[in-house]
């Protein structure tokens, strides 16, 4: 590297590494901006928009049919933690009903806490991912729709949006089984929102991966019915 090279960190000089004397002799210990880039990096590969990177959980005006779901979000966040450490499949959160109570918001505000506590999220626009398998199907690249799926099916933390939106075909209902019922394997926390209750996802996505979103969400599930809160 030329001393005109500029450098993301003057401390480490992007080594990444510091030397520090400690009890008379030279460690060398991490920099802050390994920290930092892996942030980055986690931001990168969660999907979110620059927008929806803004959205927080302090701009969520809860109304009186919403206040439950509000309420089950933040304690979520609080205890999530403990609930990622345990040993149950159960560590997720469901939230359905009516269009336009903010589901999508709350969800947006997990994912956002969640990363700013250096925990890795993927926040998955579901009728996008299913027009991808869709689209897959004709490509021959079973490497490349494998890959997708073990990604999904393997990070620490995946948020469906809008789940059952449309009718899916048996085809990429089985697709998208491979990325539950992996999540559902590993017991890795698994969140989604819906328009729908579970009968109505079942008619959608298929009764084998709405029974595992089921299971993944068993204990912090929510239904509401309500005006639309943007009124
Ligand atoms: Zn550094």
Redesign the pocket.
Known sequence: MSEKDPV??P??????L?LKQKNGTWVAVP????KIKALQRMIKSSGLTEEQRAVKLEDYKPTPATSTMYTMVKRYLQDFKNIQESWEVNKGLGLMGTVGIGKTHLLLAVANTLLNQQVSVIFVNTPELIGELYDAQFYHDEGGLNARINKLGQAPVVIFDDVGKERITDWVQVQYYRVINQRYTRKLPTLFCSNLHFDGIAEKIGDASASRLYSLTRSRQVYVEARDYRI
Request: with cysteine; net charge positive; glycine share 8%.
């Open positions: 993301d960190c401390r480490c000089q992007d080594r990444g510091l920099c802050k901006c390994k």
